[in-house]
Antibody, heavy 119, light 108 residues
Framework: QVQLKQSGPGLVQPSQSLSITCTVS????????VHWVRQSPGKGLEWLGV???????DYNAAFMSRLSITKDNSKSQVFFKMNSLQADDTAIYYC?????????????WGQGTSVTVSS | ENVLTQSPAIMSASPGEKVTMTCRAS???????LHWYQQKSGASPKLWIY???NLASGVPARFSGSGSGTSYSLTISSVEAEDAATYYC?????????FGGGTKLEIK
């Protein structure tokens, strides 16, 4: 069955970077894209970016300057990195599988990584 | 950015009652690209309805979706206790994808 399992730190120092790995099973990264979404009480659900099956990426312009999404198809892993975190980046970060071509929806989600930005 | 506004923010219903929640977009959205998610407390969102009216796998038939342009809705024909959750709409009409603020459904 389709699964996305996230691993990453829960605490990040201000101005430092956040790195999360999303390891997928039950589908191939060469067939489906993977999105990144975060959720916070103040801002709700925010779409951050996506890496498509071919390896191209699209980012939310609000985060583009400090966001990077890459992947390793052979290891079924997607890598999320956001730089220069501040307190308002405190949120739960999710990876999610794209439903399929021409849908632009997310049908399976990881368990979430709760990230606190604090010294 | 296409802003999605959901109403009401919170609603309460008794089992068996019919409920409808709405999602309004600041700009027109293709019906193919308007989706709904269900999220229960402490859990990740789940795709619930995609492309306006298609139920995701495992979603009970008492759920339905409709709409076009800038106005969309999710209806539950006969609410059950297990439907207590927050429902979010999401759209794609160019980047960025955006989500609504959610409608929290409480069961009396």
């Amino acid at each position: 069955q389709v699964q996305l399992k996230q691993s990453g730190p829960g605490l990040v120092q201000p101005s430092q970077s956040l790195s999360i790995t999303c390891t997928v099973s039950g589908f191939s990264l060469t067939s489906y894209g993977v999105h990144w979404v975060r959720q916070s009480p103040g801002k709700g659900l925010e779409w951050l970016g996506v890496i498509w099956r071919g390896g191209s990426t699209d980012y939310n312009a609000a985060f583009m300057s400090r966001l990077s999404i890459t992947k390793d198809n052979s290891k079924s892993q997607v890598f999320f990195k956001m730089n220069s975190l501040q307190a308002d980046d405190t949120a739960i970060y999710y990876c999610a599988k794209n439903l399929g071509n021409l849908y632009y929806a997310m049908d399976y989600w990881g368990q979430g990584t709760s990230v606190t930005v604090s010294s | 950015e296409n802003v999605l506004t959901q109403s009401p923010a919170i609603m309460s219903a008794s089992p068996g009652e019919k409920v409808t929640m709405t999602c309004r977009a600041s700009s027109s959205v293709s019906s193919s690209y308007l989706h709904w998610y269900q999220q229960k407390s402490g859990a990740s969102p789940k795709l619930w309805i995609y492309s306006t009216s298609n139920l995701a796998s495992g979603v009970p038939a008492r759920f339905s979706g409709s709409g076009s342009g800038t106005s969309y809705s999710l209806t539950i024909s006969s609410v059950e206790a297990e439907d207590a959750a927050t429902y979010y709409c999401q759209q794609y009409s160019g980047y960025p994808y955006t989500f609504g603020g959610g409608t929290k459904l409480e069961i009396k």
